[in-house]
C-alpha cells in the first residue's frame, strides 16, 4: 500500500478504506498482512486481494468533436463514408458504446451502432446538396448510461472536368520608378466548375528573374517586389499559371510580358573619371586633344548627351564638340608658360526632364619642343683659388637653365678655348675640377670659355667667361743671389761703412715674397749689422785687423752666415755664407822677440860661423807685416854679417878676444 490508500485495526484486523479509489487508475490492489503473537518473535502473513468495482463515472469521449469528410457524387449506395470512433474508460457494460445519429438532415446515411460505420444509404449530388451535417451520438451502457457527440460535415464534391481560362490582357506597362508593391497587373481566368474545382489560384511559373514582381495566387493582382530598373532589364516575359483545386487540378498557362517604361533616373557617366592627353606646344590652333565620351543607359531624349566645358582656369583655350566630345585647343600652347593644363569642368549632360549631367577632369600635358637654348646665370664669372688645391678639387660649379623639358633641356657643358691643360668641367654637373697641381709663380691667371648646349643642333649655345685668378701660398723659399759671398774692409774706418749688398728672390707674392734679411750666426761682438730690407751688410765698430780671427794666414776674416726669410706664415727662409776679410793698414811696428840678444862665442870660432838669430813681429798683414833686418851701428870693422830677410847673424872675420871681448851691434827691424 505505497500510496496509503488502506488502514488496518491492529488489534481486529480490520481492512478500511483511508482514500477515495479509482477503478479506472487501479482494478486490483494486493495487500500483504503480517501478524505477530505476543512479544515472540514470529511472525505470519497473508495477502488479501481488494477488487475495485467500477461504477460508470467515465463518458465516452471522440478524439474531436468535429470532423469533416468530403466524397465524390459517384459513390454508390453502401459506401462507408466514415468511421465514428469513441473510448470510455470504464470498464463492462459502464465501458461498452453504442452508435447512432442523434439528428440528421435526409435519410442519405447510417450508421452501424456497434462499429460506428457512417454508410451512404442513396446517390447523393452536388448540385441538390453540397453538405451534409451529422450529429453522432456514442452512449455507453451504464446505468444510468453517459453520452458524447461527434459533429460531422459530409461534403459532396464536384467532377473537375473544367480546365481554367485566361481572361486577363497578356501585356501590361509599369514605369521603373515604381514604388514597392505597385500594382502592375490584375491576371483572372474562369472556371466553370463548381466548388474546389471552379476556384483558380495564380502563379508565376518562370520569367520572374530577380523576383521583381509578386502574384497574388487568390486575387490575380501582379505588383512589384522592388524598384524596377529598366536600365537593367527593360522587359519580363512571365510564364503566369491558373491553377484550380479539384482533383486532380487542372490548369492553364499565359505569357504575360511586362515592359518597363524608362524614367531619367540615370546620371550620365563618363567612361573614364580622368582623361589625360598630350599635345606638342607651338602647334596651331585646332589641334586634336582628345575624345571623351560618356554614357547614359536611359532610353530616348533621356539618352541623348551634350557635353561642354566648364569654365575654369584655362578652358578658353580649348572647345569641345558637343555632339561627339572631341576637345581641340583654341590657341597655339607654350609649355614654359603653362606646362599642365586641369580641366575639371568636361561636363555631359542628358535632354530628359530633368536633366542629369556629370563631370570629368582632363588632364593635359603639353609636349615640350626645344625651342629654348641653356643659359648660363652670369656672362662672366671670376674666381680665386689657392695655388696648393689638390689636383682634381672642385673651384666652381657652374648652372645654365633650359626651360625646355626632358632631353630638350638636359644641359651639357664643356670648356673650350686653352686652360693649359689646368681645368676639366663634368659635362653633366657643370663642376670644374682642376686636372693638376697649380702653380702661381708659373701662371697665376687663366681666362677660358664654358659652353653650355642641349640636344638640339639648331638653337645657339650659351657661353661664359671663366677667370681664375691663383692665390698665392707661400711655397717658395727666398734663395740668394749666391750660396757664398766673398767681401774686404779695411780696418780701423768708422762704424756703419757699407761693406756688401746680398740679394734673395722669392717668386711668391705679397708677404709671401717679402724678403727680411737677418745675421744668423758668426758676428760675435756685433761687429756687423744688416739692413732687413735691402740686405746691405754693414760695419757696427771699428774693426782691427789684428784683433781679428784669422782664418787664412794671409788676412783677418769673418765668416758669417746670413738669413733670408719671407713673411708668409709659415715663414720660410734659407741661408749663405759671407766672408768678410778685414783689410791691414801699416799701423804696428816690427818688436822683436827680445829687446837684447846676448851671445858668447870662443874667439876661435871659423869665419863663417852662424853665432845668432834675431827674430821681430809685426801684426800687420802683407807688405806691412814683412820685415828686412840691418845693423846699424856697431859693426864698424865688418866683423859680422846680418841676413836681412832671416835675422841670421854670422861671423865675417877673425874674432880676437884681446882685441876686443865684447861687440855691442844695434839691429834694426823694417
Known sequence: ????????????????????????????????????????????????????????????????????????????PGTAVYIAHAEDRDSGLNGAIKYSIASKQSNAFSIDPSLGVVNLTRTVFADVQQEYTLHIAAEDCGSPPLMSLLVLTIVILDVNDNSPSFTSSPLSYVMEDAEVGFLVHRVTAQDPDEGRNGQVTYHILSGNENKAFVLDKLTGLLTTAHLLNREIQERYSLTVMALDEGSPALSATQVLTVIVLDVNDETPIFLKQLYEAAVRENQDPEEFVIEVEAVDRDAGLNSLLRYEILPGTGYEKFRIN?????????????????????????????LGSPSRSSTAQLYLTVLDENDHHPLFAKTEYQISVREDLEEGSAILDLFASDEDDGLNGKVTYSLIDDTFGAFAINSVTGSIVTTKTLDRETKSQYTFRAVASDCSTHLPRSTTVITVLIQDVNDNVPKFEQNYYEASVWEGQNPKKDIIQVFATDFDSGLNGETEYAILSGNENAAFLIDSARGVLATNTVLDHENTS??????????????????????????????????????????????????????????????????????????????????????????????????????????DYEDSMRYTLIIQAT
Do not use: W
Open 1 to 76: 500500500d505505497p500510496h496509503e490508500r488502506f488502514s488496518i485495526d491492529p488489534q481486529f484486523g480490520i481492512i478500511r478504506t483511508k482514500n477515495q479509489l479509482d477503478h479506472e487508475t487501479q482494478s486490483v490492489v494486493v495487500l500483504t498482512v503480517q501478524s505477530q503473537l505476543g512479544n515472540f518473535p514470529v511472525y505470519s502473513s497473508t495477502q488479501v486481494n481488494v477488487s475495485v468495482i467500477d461504477v460508470n463515472d467515465n463518458h465516452p469521449v471522440f478524439l474531436t468533436r468535429s470532423d469533416k469528410v468530403t466524397i465524390s457524387h459517384t459513390q454508390p
Open 322 to 350: 558637343s555632339d561627339s566630345g572631341e576637345v581641340v585647343t583654341t590657341a597655339s600652347l607654350d609649355r614654359e608658360t603653362q606646362e599642365v593644363f586641369i580641366i575639371k569642368g568636361n561636363s555631359c549632360c542628358d
Open 550 to 655: 784669422s782664418y787664412r794666414e794671409t788676412a783677418a776674416s769673418h765668416r758669417l752666415v746670413l738669413l733670408a726669410s719671407d713673411r708668409g706664415t709659415p715663414s720660410l727662409n734659407s741661408t749663405a755664407t759671407v766672408l768678410i776679410t778685414v783689410l791691414d793698414i801699416n799701423d804696428n811696428p816690427p818688436v822683436f822677440s827680445s829687446p837684447e840678444y846676448h851671445i858668447h862665442v870662443k874667439e876661435s870660432i871659423p869665419v863663417g860661423s852662424h853665432i845668432t838669430e834675431v827674430s821681430a813681429n809685426d801684426c800687420d798683414a802683407g807688405p806691412n807685416a814683412e820685415i828686412t833686418y840691418a845693423i846699424i851701428s856697431g859693426n864698424d870693422k865688418g866683423h859680422f854679417r846680418l841676413d836681412g830677410k832671416t835675422g841670421t847673424v854670422d861671423v865675417m872675420k877673425t874674432l
